[in-house]
């Protein structure tokens, strides 16, 4: 069983950034993909980034230029740098691990974008 622990989300304005943190217990981490997804008030939980066992990253098309996924398997963490926050990016931020058949959530963390 892994568990996947946000933190790092807050209020903040628009143009601000913040640095999000998902730390896995247990010692499967570097065997996980994971990846941030978000859900915003009255919407489908979307895609926003994802790395590969192997370090390769991902960002979804529109955020490319904003956000950037990284991870420390040293430190069973996965982290998520949204620059240049906008109104838009206000939602509840998850982490997800997958593994073999295995998909584990985190308990997601606020991100609230506002003037």
């Known amino acids: 069983q892994v568990q996947l622990v946000e933190s790092g989300g807050g209020s903040v304005q628009p143009g601000e950034s913040l640095r999000l943190s998902c730390v896995a217990s247990g010692n499967f981490f570097s065997s996980l993909t994971m990846g941030w997804y978000r859900e915003a008030l009255g919407a489908q939980r979307e895609y926003v980034a994802g790395v590969t066992t192997g370090g390769i990253t991902d960002v979804a098309v529109d955020l490319k230029d904003r956000f950037t996924i990284s991870r420390d398997n040293a430190k069973n963490a996965v982290y998520l740098q949204m620059n240049s926050l906008k109104l838009e990016d206000t939602a509840v931020y998850y982490c997800?691990?997958?593994?073999?058949?295995?998909?584990?959530w985190g308990q997601g963390t606020q991100v609230t974008v506002s003037s």
């Open positions: 997800k691990g997958v593994r073999g058949n295995w998909d584990y």
